[in-house]
């Protein structure tokens, strides 16, 4: 029992140590999303474990656009500490979207605030202001997309300047429906012609 505790107590003196020695960090990381299939301004873990769906690897299913579908990546929340003087000035979520099996291109990103200051030696970034339906670029029937996230915060280290700090991407994927078929449209025709015929007897 005594060695059990023992590396109880090791393990959580490391993770101080190696929170102390960092200076600073993120140590919680969300993306907020909108869709039509999860609802609205849902928080999805990127490098944290709660609650919430994991967003690495989700699948958000098939979007319609034809029927008013969106998928809308509102913003994120990053919690970050500083340390040992080094001071965190702000922050960001950067996501891409992109159909698979093609080149990604570059990042969009979302400025976060930080309206409750400083909690200790720890700030809450966040912000839900994006409102952009991505359907309305990446929306080829029977297309499936992948959507990159990342966090990013700025610190102004002592005696280095402003660095950056990221989270790992993270990648989660959507389709969108595909276009009726030749033989679908081709029934959709019969059945009005059938329906027209009737309408005249």
């Not at 029934?187 to 309408?199: D, E, P, T």
Request: glycine letters at 12%; proline letters at 2%.
């Amino acid at each position: 029992m005594k060695k059990i505790n023992l590396v109880l107590v090791a393990v959580c003196l490391v993770a101080f140590t190696t929170r102390v020695q960092a200076g600073h960090g993120i140590f919680d990381s969300f993306v907020i999303l909108s869709t039509s299939n999860t609802g609205i301004n849902q928080f999805f873990d990127l490098d944290s474990v709660t609650g919430n769906l994991d967003f690495s690897g989700f699948n958000f299913g098939s979007f319609d656009t034809g029927a008013g579908d969106f998928f809308t990546v509102n913003g994120g929340q990053l919690k970050s500490f500083e340390d040992n003087g080094d001071e965190v000035t702000g922050a960001r979520i950067h996501w891409r979207v992109y159909e698979q099996g093609t080149a990604p291109g570059g990042f969009t990103f979302n400025t976060l605030s930080n309206p409750g200051g400083k909690t200790g030696n720890d700030r809450v970034w966040e912000s839900q202001l994006n409102t952009f339906n991505e359907l309305d670029l990446f929306n080829t029937p029977g297309k499936t997309y992948n959507v990159d996230v990342f966090g990013e915060i700025f610190v102004n280290v002592v005696g280095n300047g402003v660095v950056s700090d990221f989270t790992q991407a993270k990648t989660a994927s959507f389709s969108i429906v595909p276009a009726p078929t030749a033989f679908v449209l081709s029934g959709i025709g019969l059945a009005g012609a059938a329906l027209l015929l009737r309408r005249k007897i």
